[in-house]
């Protein structure tokens, strides 16, 4: 298996030498020349999607395009987009009407589509809205600079190729719309898990991890940068494995996070998604070993229900998710918990759907981002099962969970009124500019007072005073 310990001082003294050398040194020249093209970026769907916008804008960046937030100045829209459920591609459909309205008033400017709808309807995608020049999946971001070429000499720019090597290591992504604190770093692409609901393993192609070499050292130059908390972000992280190809050295995710942990105490390490199946032991105690990786751990169950569980192909049952669920209480007791939920899957019975709402009880999760099932083109489900549930049974079920994990996450805040916690600063509040907002170890969001001389980026104790279902309330507290 995995060394326990991968020559961590090894790892990072080298990152900290390369930085002085040069790799993730430069910063993006965010173009100022005036008559640079400017490209607009919009990003729907995961983390993940957000994070490849930001890899998307830097290669753009490097071969001279400005990036803007004005959708009327530019000269290339882009939209990176989701397939996760048809409501997701329904709204990027809605969004490219507008896009057209812009290409009427504003002749020459072109329409890409990148991500997972593009990599999932391909060249239908330029023959079903003709008003989009650019098509461009995932994996193949690299070759958007060549492909706008393409489509400035009469041609359509297209290329949905799926890697099984790609990674984008060596970029330094450039960070949109940044409150210069939290920054997400990809360490891994793709997934090999086949959830029979799932359309990702088709759009995202399969697993691969990302050098740990170049995941350390984004870590460091965002430290460096002033950037205080990092997460770390796959469709599976518990699944990371990286070799070293010139030692043969193995890196585990449990090592990962202890190297990114040990980048700085003052910087925290959050990460996400984990897979019930994949998450160790190992991982837990490195994590209760360091204080600055956040103890809070997205744990999607999908359903509480053995034979659903096994229908979606999850490779694990009840039983074992509430294993998983001990073990986490028992070796991190601080540690909150969420998950993701899905109503109506195919046969899902009124018994079985309570099992999901009895798993939401017991679990206690902090918080829950839940769904009804919408049938994917080509998953497993589709080929294999009926979408039986009627489309009000799945949506009352989902109302029955989402009433649920209200309740459940006001009494999880309710617990927290009285206690003290330390709080990174994000910025002001959305209600208030005499307020700031952050967030405490357990991902919860906390809002309180400002104190003089405090800013966004440092760390403060605050005393929970109220909650509500969504947010805590307090007061900084001098200790
Ligand atoms: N229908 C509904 N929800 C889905 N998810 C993934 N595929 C589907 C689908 N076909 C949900 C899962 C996953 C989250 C990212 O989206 O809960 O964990
Ligand atoms: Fe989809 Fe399952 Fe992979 Fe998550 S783990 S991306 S739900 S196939």
Not at 345 to 365: P, R, V
Not at 412 to 425: A, P, R, S, Y
């Amino acid at each position: 298996m995995y060394n326990d310990n991968p020559t961590l001082e090894g790892i990072n003294k080298e990152i900290i030498e390369c930085k002085q050398g040069e790799v993730f040194q430069q910063d993006k020249k965010e173009g100022t020349s005036s008559d640079a093209r400017k490209f607009y970026i919009e990003s729907y769907g995961c983390q993940m999607n957000f994070s490849d916008s930001e890899i998307v804008a830097s290669v753009l960046a490097d071969v001279g395009f400005q990036s803007t937030t004005n959708m009327e100045e530019s000269d290339i829209i882009l939209i990176n987009t989701c397939s996760i459920r048809e409501k997701a591609e329904d709204t990027v459909r809605k969004r490219l009407r507008v896009f057209d309205k812009v290409k009427e008033r504003k002749p020459g400017t072109l329409v890409g589509v990148l991500g997972c709808m593009a990599e999932r309807l391909k060249k239908k995608l330029l023959e079903e809205e003709k008003l989009v020049d650019l098509v461009v999946g995932p994996d193949a971001y690299r070759d958007l600079p060549k492909l706008v070429t393409e489509v400035d000499e009469g041609g359509k720019g297209i290329n949905v190729y799926l890697s099984r090597e790609e990674t984008y290591a060596d970029i330094n992504p450039m960070r949109l719309g940044s409150n210069g604190v939290t920054a997400f770093i990809s360490i891994m692409r793709g997934c090999d898990n086949m959830c029979s609901f799932c359309v990702v393993p088709f759009t995202r192609g399969r697993e691969r991890s990302r050098d740990a070499f170049s995941i350390v050292a984004e870590a460091t130059d965002l430290y460096l940068k002033g950037y205080r908390e990092v997460t770390l972000l796959g469709q599976n992280v518990d699944s990371y494995k990286w070799e070293n190809p010139e030692t043969g050295e193995k890196v585990s995710f449990a090592n990962l996070l202890e190297l990114v942990a040990l980048v700085h105490p003052d910087l925290r390490v959050r990460f996400s998604t984990s897979h019930p199946k994949d998450m160790t032991d190992e991982v837990l105690h490195t994590m209760a070993k360091y204080e600055n990786i956040c103890k809070y751990i997205h744990l999607p169950v999908q359903s509480g229900n053995s034979r659903v569980l096994e229908l979606m192909n999850r490779t694990y049952d009840r039983d074992w998710y509430i294993d998983r669920l001990n073990a986490i209480n028992r070796i991190i007791p601080d540690c909150a918990i969420s998950s993701d939920i899905i109503t109506g899957f195919c046969t899902e019975t009124e018994t079985e759907h309570q099992d999901t709402l009895s798993m939401i009880e017991l679990a206690n999760y902090s918080m829950s981002y839940m769904f009804f099932y919408s049938e994917r083109p080509g998953t497993l489900a589709a080929r294999k099962y009926e979408d039986d549930i009627p489309l009000e049974v799945k949506k009352r079920r989902l109302q029955e969970v989402i009433r649920l994990q209200t309740q459940i996450s006001f009494r999880h805040n309710q617990k927290d009124i009285g206690k003290t916690f330390k709080v990174l600063i994000e910025g002001d509040s959305k209600k208030s500019d005499q307020e700031f907002k952050g967030r405490n170890s357990q991902n919860k969001m906390v809002v309180f007072p400002k104190k003089e001389g405090l800013k966004p980026g440092e760390y403060t104790i605050v005393k929970i005073t109220d909650a509500t279902s969504a947010t805590l309330k307090g007061e900084i507290i001098n200790i």
